[in-house]
């Protein structure tokens, strides 16, 4: 099973620069039944020709596991054991997922009517605003001052 999962494509060349560790996995015998894995650091040395020579260090975790127990369990208990859970689980609406098995979703979000949101004014426009109000305001004096003296009637200040 441990081989299986393991094993890659079968190629005919492989390229050396890209190995950089050996996983191993194999039985020791007899009649101790167990597994031993192992891994190892791939060392480059020189040789006298193109191909360098392949040494190989032990490093990081090694395993032995070893078969102790090979009875089986009873047969009603293996079927309990193996029980899956029925599940019905209801589809959820404008869910689904991604390459990588992430919950992707759709939201529905209206069209936003930009004229009418209501943003923070800057202070500098409102300075402007009351500059502007203010200069409208003394047109509309003058306006209203030449409209009285061409009437005869004095405008107050």
């Known amino acids: 099973m441990l081989l299986d999962m393991f094993r890659g494509q079968q190629v005919s060349s492989v390229n050396l620069a890209g190995l950089d560790r050996v996983l191993m996995a194999f039985a020791a015998g007899g009649s101790e039944r167990s597994l031993l894995l192992r891994q190892y650091r791939i060392a480059f040395k020189k040789s006298g020709t ?9 490093m990081g975790p090694s395993i032995d596991c070893v ?3 090979s009875r089986l369990p009873p047969v009603d208990l293996e079927k309990e054991a193996l029980k899956q859970p029925k599940i019905t689980k209801k589809k959820e609406k404008n869910v689904g997922t991604d390459m990588l098995d992430g919950r992707v979703g759709r939201i529905y979000m209206p069209r936003q009517q930009v004229d009418k949101v209501a943003l923070s004014k800057m202070k500098g426009l409102k300075r402007e605003r009351r500059e502007a109000a203010a200069e409208a305001k003394t ?16 405008a107050k200040h």
């Open 50 to 58: 193109k191909v360098p020579r392949v040494a190989l260090a032990e």
């Open 139 to 154: 047109a509309k004096r003058q306006q209203t001052a030449a409209a009285g003296a061409a009437n005869g009637v004095q």
């Open 67 to 69: 078969l102790r127990r």
